[in-house]
Nanobody, 122 residues
């Protein structure tokens, strides 16, 4: 089991930026793919971005492509999500999650963080 802790959420005006971080426990972090998901009130959890174990491949939802950037530092056991040009529709609780390879389906992931709230005011 991998323990994940997200940080960096907060309140930001539309057009602003935030950087989320996810710290992972365990010596095998570098072997896992990581994903960021978000869930807004009354909506299903949705894929935001994913990154392969070696950082060789990144994946984005169409709604965030060109605005968000996922990265990881395997030496520090962290994965980050840089969010620029934020919109009110980006408001949600953001979660990081881990599995063997990137998937866009939340049910495929087996360990999750507790989430961090991102609120974008218009």
């Amino acid at each position: 089991q991998v323990q994940l802790v997200e940080s960096g959420g907060g309140l930001v005006q539309a057009g602003g930026s935030l950087r989320l971080s996810c710290a992972a426990s365990g010596r095998t972090f570098s072997t896992y793919a990581m994903g960021w998901f978000r869930q807004a009130p009354g909506k299903e959890r949705e894929f935001v971005a994913g990154i392969s174990s070696s950082s060789g491949s990144t994946y984005y939802a169409d709604s965030v492509k060109g605005r968000f950037t996922i990265s990881r530092d395997n030496a520090k056991n962290t994965v980050s999500l840089q969010m620029n040009s934020l919109k009110s529709e980006d408001t949600a609780v953001y979660y990081c999650a881990v599995r063997s390879s990137v998937s866009r389906r939340a049910n495929d992931y087996y360990d999750w963080g507790q989430g961090t709230q991102v609120t974008v005011s218009s």
